[in-house]
């Protein structure tokens, strides 16, 4: 009950802060298995996203996050584990560990939505970075969920860099049609279709 009233909390936060609401451009929300994919310029993107998913969504979707990062100190793990149930994979590099996606590809199977951000790091500039490789493997592991692009607007602006408080600015969250892997597309052909969805979601 708790971790129920504490992600109440932090999603109503979220909204009101930044009055951000959800447009579904291409797709409605959904309970089936999806992965939300989106730009990445803020620690505080999958918040925004989670927060804007009707609340039977919300409760099924899980950010993909990384372990280094969120198992630092007990309020992050409680956060991570407890609030967000997030799925934790390791971007160190071992060549030891397993493969990252194998937590996602379990939560996926489990019926649960993931959000990723595939650039694999926040991007301070303007537009996108190159997409990892991640989204391509999952497309080709699980072709029966969907990919679902998504373009947070201005959440960067809301907290600049250097400031100690947020600024009031109006966050927008667009969802756009679902993406597949096509029979015989290469992965670069791919990432680049995959990436420009988000792009294209920028005029809608």
Known sequence: MFERLTAQAITGFARILTGARAHW????PDQRSRVYYANHNSHADFVLLWAVLPDAVRQQTR???AADYWNRGAVR??????VFKGVLVDRGGDPKAKDPLVPV?????????????PEGTR???EGMLPFKSGLYHLARQRR??????????NLNRVMPKGHLLPV?????VRFGGPVALRD????DAFLTRARQAILDLQTT
């Open 25 to 28: 451009v291409g797709t409605r």
């Open 63 to 65: 950010p993909v996050a």
């Open 77 to 82: 793990r409680y956060l991570i584990h407890r």
């Open 105 to 117: 590809i379990e939560a996926l199977d489990a019926k649960q939505s993931v959000i990723i951000f």
């Open 123 to 125: 991007n301070m500039g």
């Open 144 to 153: 029966d969920v969907e990919l679902v692009p998504v373009w947070i607007e």
């Open 168 to 172: 009031p600015l109006l966050c927008s």
């Open 184 to 187: 015989g597309e290469e992965k």
